[in-house]
């Protein structure tokens, strides 16, 4: 039996396994019937159809914590590469030659806020310029401020009395020292942005300079502005565009599945975290 196995390339028990197993054995992992996908690829069907540029963890972090759904992402990955719902892949992401070793992400929420600003492009050939603070925690949106013209110091300050506010109620301040992420913008730098930041409770820390990734948080949210909203909206001039920033940070807030919160959305997992604790 050993040369006729190592002629053969096989183990000897799995050859004994063969000989001894009874006649009416059957490979059951090839004989499981798939369940009907029927309702599964019309709830599939109708995220793609909102929300078209979510992959299929995305589209199953959605239909698992928002309709119920009991399939897993493989399923999901089935279900949308048999029907030619899967995204296309992107081109490999250029590698950074800037070395980052820091950590953003925190363990409790209120410890490190971070913020950013990015454009909008309109139709007409106008822009919008927004800034906003986000929970370096649960990633919660909790203050925006939009302009046609530049930020300036005003509107940095204006986000973070809104920010703090938002989290601790009207005319109350950080009950504990938050730290303030940012660039080295003007805006974020200024003496008087600084001082009220200070004024609020918030400790200004600001990124080594030419070193967007020691704020990749924040870079990463603005990607996800851009690609999942942006570039899906009408943007005629920059009207429509302030009138629909309400919705998308909304939104983001409340429906868009985020992988390092196990694909909830910041509130929702805001609000498991507080009942944790």
């Known amino acids: 039996m050993r040369l006729v196995c ?28 798939r369940s009907d ?3 599964l690829l019309k709830d599939i069907r109708q995220v793609v159809h909102e929300l078209g540029t979510y992959g299929y963890r995305r589209v199953w972090g959605v239909l698992r914590h928002q309709h119920d759904c009991g399939a897993n992402h493989k399923t999901i990955y089935r279900v949308m590469r048999d029907h030619g719902l899967l995204l296309y892949r992107h081109g490999q992401r250029p590698v950074s030659t800037r070395k980052h070793d820091g950590q953003i992400a925190v363990a409790t929420s209120n410890t490190r806020w971070c913020t950013d600003g990015f454009e909008v492009s309109c139709d007409n050939g106008e822009r919008v310029r927004v800034a906003f603070a986000l929970d370096c925690c649960d990633r919660e949106v909790m203050s925006w401020v939009a302009t046609t013209k530049g930020i300036d110091a005003g509107l940095v300050g204006d986000l973070m009395m809104q920010a703090v506010e938002y989290r601790f109620g009207a005319n109350q301040i950080a009950p504990t020292e938050i730290e303030w992420l940012s660039d080295n913008g003007s805006c974020y730098t200024a003496a008087e942005t600084r001082s009220f930041a200070r004024a609020l409770g918030l400790k200004p820390v600001t990124t080594p300079v030419h070193s967007p990734q020691s704020n990749g948080m924040a870079e990463s949210f603005v990607k ?18 302030m009138q629909q920033l309400a919705d998308w940070f909304e939104h983001y807030n409340t429906k868009h599945p985020h992988s390092a919160l196990k694909y909830l959305p910041p509130r929702m997992f805001r609000e498991r975290q507080s009942l944790n604790n």
């Open 224 to 241: 996800t502005i851009k690609r999942d909203y942006a570039k899906l909206a009408l943007r005629p001039d920059a009207k429509a565009v």
């Open 6 to 33: 190592s002629t053969l390339g096989v183990a000897r028990s799995h050859l004994v396994a063969l000989v001894n197993r009874p006649t009416d054995w059957s490979d059951r992992r090839k004989a499981r019937q």
């Open 37 to 39: 996908d029927a309702q």
